[in-house]
């Protein structure tokens, strides 16, 4: 158990349903990202959070919307998505994104979304 | 050319062998460098930190060299709990909380 989590594991939503995608971190880390794994593709960083602010949206569209509420929650919003968004979605999170060597991050289980 | 290149196998290799993954990696200032596994539908877990002096973790052995921006793993008397994809994950440019990860090697380990 790695200390982060997601709901839901599993998610199959229509183009025109509005949803959310949770994480949850227990382990009194400072910073938190959102990750997109399509298949056959390298892992893409879609959003970095560092104490609560977001550092990093890596051109993301713009029916994805992330939201930190505080250090240890995360979430990401769907709104019209499109079937090409359909992938695995992993949240990880790491203690000090500030340090000069690479921090570790830790990564939550992921939502597999289906859009249909 | 892609950030960080790797081979995608699959690598078919029997109980007890030796087997090793390449790495490159295009971006000179990148500072530094983990091999992740991932299980078949989870989420990637970090197996090691690779340094520049070389590291061992039991059966695992990791190097990186610099001068020619390659990194490898070495898994000796592979076990069938072996099988997975490994991720060869360096750090952007003077941005260490960005991870840039390759799509992967499978090895897949029978009996």
């Known amino acids: 158990e790695t200390g982060v989590t997601q709901t839901p594991r599993h998610l199959v939503m229509g183009m025109t349903n509005k949803k959310s995608l949770k994480c949850e971190q227990h382990?009194?880390?400072?910073?938190m990202y959102w990750y997109k794994q399509s298949a056959k593709k390298p892992l893409e960083l879609m959003f970095v959070?560092?104490?609560?602010?977001?550092?990093e949206n890596n051109s993301v569209p713009s029916r994805f919307s992330p939201e930190c509420p505080n250090s240890s929650h995360l979430f990401l919003h769907l709104h019209t998505l499109q079937p090409e968004d359909s992938a695995l979605y992993l949240c990880?999170?790491?203690?000090?994104?500030?340090?000069?060597?690479?921090?570790?991050?830790?990564f939550g289980p992921g939502t597999r979304l289906t859009v249909l | 050319r892609k950030e960080v290149e790797q081979d995608p196998g699959p690598f078919n290799v029997p109980e007890g062998a030796t087997v090793a993954f390449n790495c490159t990696y295009s971006n000179s200032a990148s500072q530094s460098f983990f091999w992740y596994r991932q299980d078949c539908r989870k989420e990637p877990k970090l197996l090691m930190s690779v340094y520049s002096s070389g590291n061992e973790d039991g059966r695992f052995t990791a190097q990186l060299n610099r001068a020619s921006q390659y990194i490898s793993l070495l898994i000796r008397d592979s076990k069938l709990s072996d099988s997975a994809t490994y991720l060869c994950v360096v750090t952007a440019e003077y941005n260490t909380d960005k991870l840039i990860f390759g799509t992967g090697t499978r090895l897949q380990v029978f009996p």
């Open positions: 990880a999170s790491s203690q000090d994104p500030y340090r000069d060597s690479g921090d570790t991050q830790y």
């Open positions: 382990l009194g880390h400072n910073a």
């Open positions: 959070y560092s104490l609560e602010e977001r550092v």
